[in-house]
């Protein structure tokens, strides 16, 4: 399921890709990555809502900033009939998102033929914190299905994301799961609700293992000191993703959307591009 490098350029182009490898590499120009606007007009009625956690949120980009969500880069993957709402907020669990009011306002905007992407569990898993807490197999299953059945009522597609991996490796090199019963409770769901499982924490921790303790740091917030103004002190962030690691996050969401959502696949630019290639044989 790990995209090669390849792939990733065409899939977003060159020019957007050289741009996301420039904002990884280059630092200081982070801010230049460039980003669609999730409220740009479709020329269809498909929206995809996006919600969950800050792995997943729209970042800010000014001052300069090297942290992106995956949700954030996601628009760039999609042909342009489709509109993507990211309303992931960093900090959120499944019980905080519902409290807070934030998922009465997306069902207020839902309609027919739309499609929900959930994602929670990195902050549900905060057992010190009663606002966000929730029991794997307790509230956070039974909030889960809360949000596929208010979809379904809504005539709209729930699909659920099980949460990525961190970065956390042994001494041996060995990556360490930290998300417990969390992502099984997550694949319970998905199997007893009959939902599309987008199942980013296997696939994101199969790509980590594939890269190892030092190059995967190259997939997360790992900032030299002085290189950005917001963290003179630099950072070492194992959770949440800079440019190149939320797009390679991309590659595999979108990968899992071509096996699980194959409707919604279709509106994937790689198939775009397909259809031309093949109308251009046919020609």
């Not at 807490?133 to 379904?152: A, C, D, M, S, V």
């Not at 190892?212 to 003179?232: M, V």
């Amino acid at each position: 399921m790990i995209s090669t490098a390849t792939g990733w350029f065409v899939r977003l182009g060159v020019q957007t890709a050289v741009a996301i490898l420039a904002a990884t590499l280059l630092g200081g120009c982070a801010n230049q990555v460039p980003t669609v606007s999730p409220h740009a007009p479709a020329k269809s009625g498909i929206t995809l809502f996006l919600i969950g956690d800050s792995t997943m949120a729209d970042k800010p980009l000014f001052p300069p900033n090297p942290e992106r969500g995956w949700g954030q880069l996601l628009p760039l993957y999609f042909q342009s009939d489709v509109r993507i709402e990211n309303h992931a907020v960093n900090g959120r669990s499944s019980k905080s998102f519902l409290d807070e009011g934030r998922w009465q306002a997306v069902l207020a905007q839902l309609q027919p033929g739309d499609y929900v992407i959930i994602q929670f569990g990195h902050n549900d898993e905060k057992k010190n914190d009663p606002k966000r807490y929730t029991e794997p197999f307790g509230g956070f299953k039974q909030n889960l299905e809360l949000f596929i059945r208010q979809t379904r009522e809504h005539q709209a597609t729930p699909i659920l994301a099980t949460p990525v991996a961190r970065r956390k490796f042994d001494a041996a090199g060995t990556l360490v799961d930290t998300h417990g019963d969390y992502v099984p409770a997550v694949r319970l769901v998905a199997q007893q609700e009959h939902t599309p499982l987008l199942d980013l924490n296997h696939d994101s921790a199969e790509l980590l293992t594939c890269l190892g303790p030092e190059a995967s740091k190259r997939l997360y917030d790992w900032i030299p000191a002085g290189e950005f103004a917001r963290y003179p002190k630099g950072l070492s962030d194992d959770t949440h993703f800079n440019a190149y690691g939320a797009s390679r996050m991309c590659d595999l969401a979108s990968g899992e959307i071509k096996l699980q959502v194959p409707e919604l696949a279709r509106h994937l630019k790689e198939n775009a591009d397909t259809d031309a290639n093949q109308g251009g044989l046919e020609k």
